[in-house]
């Protein structure tokens, strides 16, 4: 009765040893062979040596904080200040300031009931007054060429006459030939009028575009 006891007890442990055997293989890793064609077809093609596809690549970069941006991608862009375009413009604002100059010079006492002498004509073209009415006539002639050589392509006739750039651009011309008839005429009577004239023609042409 004992020796059955203990062959049932030896049965019972080699059974109870089996089974922990079995679930423990159960929880091994499942790593299967590839058949012996998949095997040559990925070993043909070297699929060993692909990586795999990388979303985090697709992904936007955040934004840097404002430490890690360079201060030089900041930089305040500055146009170069002698350019065609500002030296149009300089030279309108020197013509403005010239004629004042001119309208507020002494000039030379005028000559009544007689033809001035050629010392009194000289006299009158070396004054301060004509030698600053020639230099205000001859920026004006500047302003304007300087307008038609970096500024012809804003001057268009079928945007019409109330267009600013084309009433800056008559305006300027007027003002800059009324200078040199005034120019012209000096010291003859009138001439005056048409400086002042062609000044205030040059002063609008500014103001429109400036």
């Known amino acids: 009765m004992k020796l059955k006891e203990s062959l049932a007890n030896f049965f019972a442990v080699i059974c109870l040893t089996v089974v922990a055997a079995m679930a423990h293989a159960s929880e091994a890793v499942f790593e299967p062979e590839l058949p012996t064609v998949a095997s040559s077809y990925f070993n043909k093609h070297n699929f060993s040596n692909y990586r795999p596809y990388l979303l985090a690549q697709n992904e936007v970069p955040t934004a840097k904080s ?48 007689r033809a001035p002498t050629q010392a009194e ?17 001859t920026l004006a002639v500047a302003t304007v060429a300087t307008g038609l050589l970096y500024h012809w392509d804003d001057f268009h006739l079928e945007d019409g006459l109330f267009d600013p750039d084309n009433q800056h651009a008559l305006l300027g011309a007027a003002g800059a030939l009324a200078m040199l008839y005034a120019i012209s005429k000096a010291p003859d009577e009138g001439h005056a009028g048409m400086g002042i004239a062609g000044g205030a023609a040059m002063a609008v042409a500014i103001k429109l575009t400036w």
């Open 66 to 113: 404002q430490d890690e941006i360079s201060v030089t991608s900041f930089e305040k862009f500055n146009p170069p200040l002698f350019t065609g375009s500002n030296a149009h413009k300089f030279l309108g604002v020197g013509t403005l300031a010239l004629v004042i100059a001119t309208a507020v010079a002494p000039k030379p006492p005028e000559v009544e009931d």
């Open 121 to 137: 004509l000289d006299a009158q073209k070396s004054s301060s007054h004509a030698k600053l009415g020639r230099a205000a006539a």
